[in-house]
């Protein structure tokens, strides 16, 4: 079930009346979250709720192995990461690697066959994952008591963020969950900002650029000149940026009206200046995950400059297959990967940001650039598709451009972005000043002007997939 859904929005309207009426206890609180967690998930098939359970169950058990055997507590968050990593694996990447591991043993003429099997991903596996890992690093490091096993599994499914994150960290949320005191809603003109927000960029912003600008320029780029198929890479750039951070604003304004903080996701990546600025303000929970539980354990930037290069380039290999298993999003994260070390060579070499000291505008244009040169990796399903945009690019400029007028719009979006800097800001002032009564007014007002001029169809979140 979409969360942009009518019929959820309207369960969510019951289930937040139910909520708000069990206030003076939390734990019925929590209950009823777990509970509802656990239907959301298994609204996606019930074989996924199940394999939740087990994974919540085996993953609890080494927390209480590490706290439990202090002498083997190093042994036994390995085993408990080894075991998150084989469950992944084994869900995710079976059919990818059984396919390229077949591939090669036909290469080398070795006559086995290897087993075919029909391998469902469940719902969510890549963050509640990372939610796992990040629990059992934190009991190891003492930053956390284990937890009560149904506050634990509320953690790993709570609604909001377990289908596309953003991915939370055990030592910040799980105090959230073990509290006393009634909660609260937070900050509600916030959340409701966030909700309309969210609404406007996926539903109406989002599916019409992909409509008319995305979908059919990738269906056919030999069809279109070099102008028409930048239009289609800054289209999808825009899309995605507007399809995540839609659905981070979403769950963060649902998290919000529930008395839950979700991590900040997205900082205006689009105006970085070079591709580490645009990791600190990119899917950020991933970003500063990827730094904290594989670049810096690889040994950083502490083990001398050649070294730092190669587990930069390890990380972003594994921020790529963490996104798919599939050989784009391998070159996607090693592209990235090669455009940091090419930064921090420059850096070395000629002065940390030599180019954004001498012009910022051609440093964030470069920047821009280069990350949708990436996104095409990331949108075709496979590297025939790639190599043929990329084809196209460099074999059309003689073709009469057909998007011209897109190409000039999407230039003034661009150079315009940064003066929306305030405007989350600047709109919950002024559904501030709105008079209490009449706020549920505006509110089903916007909705129902962005639902009638979106395209018809229900968007889907393009990191439920990942």
């Avoid at 002065?351 to 990350?371: C, D, E």
Wanted: glycine share 6%; with cysteine; proline share 4%.
């Amino acid at each position: 079930m979409s969360y942009l859904s009518i019929e959820f929005g309207l369960l969510f309207i019951a289930f937040f009346a139910l909520y708000w009426g069990c206030y003076r206890s939390p734990k019925i609180q929590n209950i009823l979250l777990l509970v509802a967690s656990y239907l959301v998930v298994g609204s996606y098939s019930w074989q996924f709720s199940l394999i939740l359970f087990i994974y919540t169950c085996m993953i609890y058990l080494f927390s209480v192995m590490i706290v439990a055997s202090e002498y083997h507590a190093k042994r036994w968050l390995a085993f408990g990461i080894c075991v998150s990593v084989l469950n992944l694996a084994l869900f995710k990447y079976f059919d990818f690697f059984r396919y390229e591991l077949q591939a090669l043993l036909d290469l080398l003429n070795v006559s086995v066959s290897l087993p075919v099997m029909t391998v469902l991903i469940p719902i969510g596996i890549s963050f509640y994952t990372f939610h796992s890992v990040s629990y059992l690093v934190s009991v190891k490091k003492k930053e956390l008591t284990v937890a009560k096993f149904w506050d634990f599994a509320l953690f790993l499914s709570f609604f909001p963020s377990v289908i596309a994150g953003p991915i939370n960290r055990a030592k910040d949320f799980l105090p959230q969950i073990n509290v006393i005191q009634p909660r609260q809603i937070l900050e509600p003109f916030r959340a409701f900002t966030l909700i309309i927000l969210a609404v406007t960029k996926v539903y109406c912003l989002g599916g019409l650029i992909s409509e008319y600008w995305v979908t059919p320029i990738f269906a056919n780029p030999l069809e279109f000149s070099v102008i028409d198929l930048l239009v289609g890479l800054y289209a999808y750039a825009i899309q995605i940026y507007l399809n995540f951070s839609g659905y981070t604003d979403l769950v963060t304004g649902m998290a919000l009206l529930l008395g839950f903080r979700l991590p900040i996701n997205f900082n205006l990546p689009y105006l970085a200046l070079n591709l580490r600025d645009f990791w600190s303000r990119w899917h950020i929970s991933l970003s500063s995950w990827i730094r904290d539980y594989i670049y810096i354990p690889l040994g950083g930037n502490r083990r001398g400059f050649t070294r730092t290069q190669i587990n930069v380039i390890l990380a972003m290999l594994l921020s790529g297959l963490w996104h798919g298993a599939g050989l784009n999003f391998i070159i996607w994260g090693a592209c990235h990967g090669i455009g940091i070390v090419a930064l921090n060579i420059g850096d070395r070499y000629l002065g940390k940001n030599w180019i954004t000291l001498r012009s910022p505008i051609v440093a964030r244009l470069l920047t821009w650039h280069y990350v949708c040169f990436t996104w095409l990796f990331f949108y075709c399903d496979s590297m025939s598709d790639a190599l043929d945009y990329l084809t196209a690019l460099l074999n059309s400029f003689w073709i009469e451009p057909q998007y011209a007028g897109a190409f000039l719009v999407i230039a003034f979006i661009y150079f315009a972005y940064p003066i929306f800097k305030n405007f989350t800001a600047w709109f919950i002032m002024q559904l501030s000043k709105i008079p209490h009564s009449y706020l549920p007014l505006v509110f089903i007002f916007i909705l129902w002007l962005v639902i009638y001029t979106a395209p018809s169809g229900v968007p889907n979140f393009i990191y439920a997939n990942f």
